[in-house]
C-alpha cells in the first residue's frame, strides 16, 4: 500500500504500527467488524437477517475509509450506513485487534521457546507467579519453581521459555525456574567455546535448587570441556551458580564409555570403578 495521504490511511498505518501487525489485518478486522454492525442494524430496524447472510460481504477503502456492503455483486449499504458502523463497529475492530497483536506476540515468543529471557515477576494468584518479559506476561506454574526460591513483586531473573501452552486464558507463556534448559542457556551466555561449537553440553541432570550435574565434550582438540565451563578461577561457573541461587554445580567430562561415564558422573567421590552387568542392567560401583 502506498504511504498514506488521507486521515484515514494515515490512522489505519499508525494502527497497525503500533499493534505490530499487517496493514491487511486491521483492514479484515474493520470489514469483518462492518458486516457484525450491519447485522445489528437489520436487528435495530426489526428487519429480518436473510438466511444467506454469510454470502455477503463488505468492503473498506484504505484511502478515505468508505465502507461498503454486498449481498453478492449487489451494493445494499443503507443510507448513513458510515456513521452507524463507526459506532458499533468501535468495539469489534479493537477487540480483533487485540486477538491480532496477541497472535503476533505468542508468534515472536514460540521462536524463543527453549532460550532463556529476563523478566520481572508482577503478581501471584494462589501459587502461580505471573512475568513481565517484556511484550508478553509470562506463566510460572508451580511445577516449574524451584522450592528453595522465594519470588517476590518486582524481582528481576531469567527465565527459561519451556512452552507456548493452552490455559484457561488461552495461550500463555510458560517459564521455568527449575528446567535443566536454564543451566544449558546460561553455560552458553558465559562460555564462548559453547557458542563457537568447540564444546557442547551433552547431558544435564538437575535437581532444582540443590545440585547440578553437567556433562560436557569437546569437539575441537586442545579444548578441555570441563575447564571452559568452569572458566578460569572458576568466574564462569561461579556466574551461573550466582544466577540460581548458590545452586552446586559439577562439571564432569561426557563419555561414549557408559562405566567411564557413570564413574565420572559420581564425582565428587574419587577412586570409583563401575562394572556393568549388561543383561540385568546393573550397575556395581567399588573402590
Known sequence: MAQARTEFAAALNQIASEKGVDVEVVLDAIRQAALAAYKKDLVLRNEIVPEDFEEYTSEVDPVSGEIRIFHKKDNVTPPGFA????????????????????????????????????????????????????RAE??????????????????????????????????????????PGLVKALFAMEVPEIASGAVEIKVIAREAGSRTKVAAISTQEGVDPVG????????????????????????????????????????????????????DKVILGYR
Do not use: W
Request: zero cysteines; a negative charge; proline letters at 3%.
Open 228 to 279: 571452559s565451563l568452569v572458566g578460569q578461577k572458576g568466574v564462569r561457573v561461579q556466574a551461573v551458580m550466582s544466577e540460581l541461587g548458590e545452586e552446586r554445580i559439577d562439571i564432569i567430562s561426557y563419555s561414549e564409555d557408559p562405566a567411564r561415564f557413570i564413574a565420572a558422573s559420581l564425582s565428587p567421590a574419587k577412586d570409583i570403578q563401575v562394572k556393568l552387568n549388561e543383561t
Open 83 to 134: 456513521r452507524i458502523a463507526a459506532s458499533i463497529a468501535k468495539q469489534v475492530i479493537m477487540q480483533r485487534l487485540n486477538e491480532a497483536e496477541r497472535d503476533a506476540i505468542l508468534s515472536e515468543y514460540a521462536s524463543k521457546v527453549g532460550t532463556i529471557i529476563s523478566g520481572v515477576i508482577q503478581r501471584q494468584e494462589g501459587n502461580t507467579f505471573f512475568v513481565d518479559l517484556g
Open 138 to 179: 509470562g506463566v510460572l506454574p508451580p511445577s516449574e519453581q524451584v522450592h528453595t526460591e522465594i519470588y517476590s513483586q518486582n524481582q528481576r531473573l531469567k527465565f527459561f521459555i519451556k512452552e507456548i501452552r493452552e490455559g484457561g486464558r488461552g495461550s500463555e507463556v510458560v517459564v521455568s525456574r527449575s528446567d
